[in-house]
């Protein structure tokens, strides 16, 4: 897509993005069978937004909702799990958690070190390809070594196992530099299926303009100042004030998460990360 056409599609009144994101939704519908296609849900404002929009989409369709995948990364804030039971109750959402259990239950607090001698097969092969040559790495799930095997590893996984030829992820252009150039459909490999991104065009204002206006549910932990949430351990607030009030367009969105994930996002991203 041409930069002249992301810049229109950015510009776009809210009601004209939300139905931009509904036809790309649409077409995934069609493209992909109902058991091919899942949706990456993490809890947060913008996959809950997303999650809303297939939901609307599939209303007006007369359509089941496609399952929804939960990464278990192994330090998840308790009011993302709140969240997540409630709506997944409330809107009668198919969720499946993942989590790599193989690297998790060999610590038994974020920190700990694991020695790869002591993983699978699977695991080791996927350490090689980081290049990382320690023996031992602490059990931290959004360092380079954790992010990739807690979620790549674990959403691979859970692809392959599943018959998955489509996953959905609520990513968007404008919070992430790594993710400026990403089309709606981007066909992936190893293993192989498509990304569908039906929110690329969304700003964050968009996100909480959307959720207010429509009274999606969203984390608790929004009230109290974080604009970005990861895993628990990493993921800090910046400000005291709920995250809608602050400065969106002037301060950046991801300052509260782990700086190491940011700096390498496009070498997680070359591995599979969302």
Not at 7 to 25: A, F, G, M, W
Not at 46 to 71: H, N, Q, V
Not at 85 to 99: F, L, S, T
Not at 169 to 198: C, G, K, L
Request: include cysteine; charge should be negative; charged fraction near 30%.
């Amino acid at each position: 897509m041409e930069q002249q056409e992301r810049n229109r599609l950015v510009s776009l009144p809210l009601d004209e993005k939300i139905e931009q994101s509904k036809e790309i939704i649409r077409e995934a519908l069609e493209r992909f069978s109902h058991d091919a296609l899942c949706l990456a849900w993490t809890g947060g404002k913008d996959s809950t937004t997303m999650l809303w929009l297939y939901r609307e989409a599939c209303k007006e369709l007369g359509r089941p909702l496609p399952r929804a995948m939960f990464i278990d990364e192994g330090h998840v804030f308790e009011e993302i799990l709140d969240l997540v039971d409630r709506v997944k109750r409330e809107w009668n959402v198919e969720v499946a958690v993942v989590k790599n259990t193989d690297v998790s239950d060999k610590a038994r607090k974020v920190g700990d070190l694991i020695r790869v001698a002591d993983l699978n097969e699977r695991n080791q092969k996927e350490i090689e390809k980081l290049e990382f040559t320690e023996e031992a790495f602490p059990f931290e799930p959004e360092s380079y070594v954790g992010n990739h095997l807690m979620k790549t590893v674990a959403m691979n996984v859970f692809i392959e196992n599943n018959g998955v030829k489509a996953l959905s992820t609520a990513i968007r252009r404008d919070e992430q530099e790594a993710r400026v150039t990403e089309d709606y459909f981007s066909p992936r490999t190893n293993p192989a299926h498509t990304r569908v991104h039906p929110i690329l065009h969304f700003e964050e204002r968009d996100i909480w303009n959307t959720i207010h206006e429509y009274k999606i549910p969203f984390c608790s932990l929004y009230y109290h100042g974080y604009r970005s949430l990861g895993a628990k351990g990493s993921t800090f607030k910046t400000s005291d004030i709920p995250a809608w009030e602050q400065d969106l367009e002037n301060t950046p969105e991801r300052a509260g998460r782990g700086q190491e994930k940011e700096e390498i996002m496009e070498q997680l991203r070359s591995l599979g990360y969302m």
